[in-house]
């Protein structure tokens, strides 16, 4: 069996999700009683968005480039990054990568073109928000990706950080996400969401905001990692 490693802990709540949805996906696909083999390595998230705040990529680099190479000679043989910010420095972690890494930027704009969307809302933290790591990518798509205003955008980076990473998931922030989605919605006219942030799911998976799709980037991610973990050749015996 082939073992799929997550670079978790950025947060710690969405890499239990992880980890509960891989199960459950691949469970649900092979009907057959198995269960996927998973490494997890928890880094230290105060350490990379430390680096982030910082601007100090090479750093953020060179920190997650270890830690993956940890997993890698652990016995990983493909990986990914539980977290939508450090992909900001993805491509550069790739490319010193031992192993494939599967991009949560890239499979959720798979998702979107699938979906037919045209104009889409971005949430998450505010370096996800501000980077170009996902306009970039939806662009090359033919996607154009829209975010909050400035104060939206401090709302929810100030929620993100002080609620949602440390597990507090209140539904007064629930409302308060849920205005802001509907105002994306009514005033820039975008046809779909990206949760640009795997806390969000956790706040609003269950939300009743249905106007528009909601792209879950951490079950997509996980799907991604499930559909990789099958298509891959055993070694013979």
């Not at 060179?62 to 539980?82: H, I, K, M, Q, T």
């Not at 969307?117 to 980077?131: A, E, I, N, P």
């Not at 799911?201 to 980037?217: F, G, M, Y």
Request: overall charge negative; charged content about 25%.
């Amino acid at each position: 069996m082939k073992t799929v490693g997550i670079i978790g802990g950025i947060g710690p709540e969405s890499t239990v999700d992880y980890y509960r949805l891989i199960v459950s996906i691949y469970r649900e696909r092979t009907q057959d009683g198995s269960y996927p083999s998973i490494l997890i390595n928890s880094i230290d998230l105060k350490r990379t968005l430390d680096l982030i705040e910082g601007n100090r990529l090479a750093e953020v680099t060179a920190y997650l480039v270890s830690e993956v190479r940890r997993l890698a000679n652990a016995g990983a043989d493909f990986g990914l990054l539980a977290a939508n910010t450090p992909h900001i420095v993805f491509d550069a972690v790739a490319a010193e990568s031992p192993m494939p890494l599967i991009s949560i930027v890239d499979t959720a704009c798979r998702a979107a073109r699938a979906r037919g969307l045209k104009r889409v809302g971005l949430l998450g933290t505010r370096f996800t928000m501000q980077s170009r790591f996902y306009p970039d990518a939806f662009l090359a798509a033919g996607i154009e990706l829209v975010a909050p205003n400035p104060d939206e955008q401090t709302l929810i980076h100030e929620k993100y950080m002080r609620e949602l990473v440390p597990g507090v998931f209140r539904t007064q922030t629930r409302a308060e996400f849920s205005a802001i989605i509907e105002r994306l919605r009514t005033e820039e006219k975008i046809d779909g969401l990206v949760l640009g942030g795997t806390e969000l799911p956790l706040l609003l998976r269950e939300s009743e905001n249905s106007a528009i799709p909601l792209l879950d980037t951490t079950r997509l991610h996980a799907e991604e990692a499930v559909t990789y973990l099958l298509a891959l050749p055993n070694s013979p015996n």
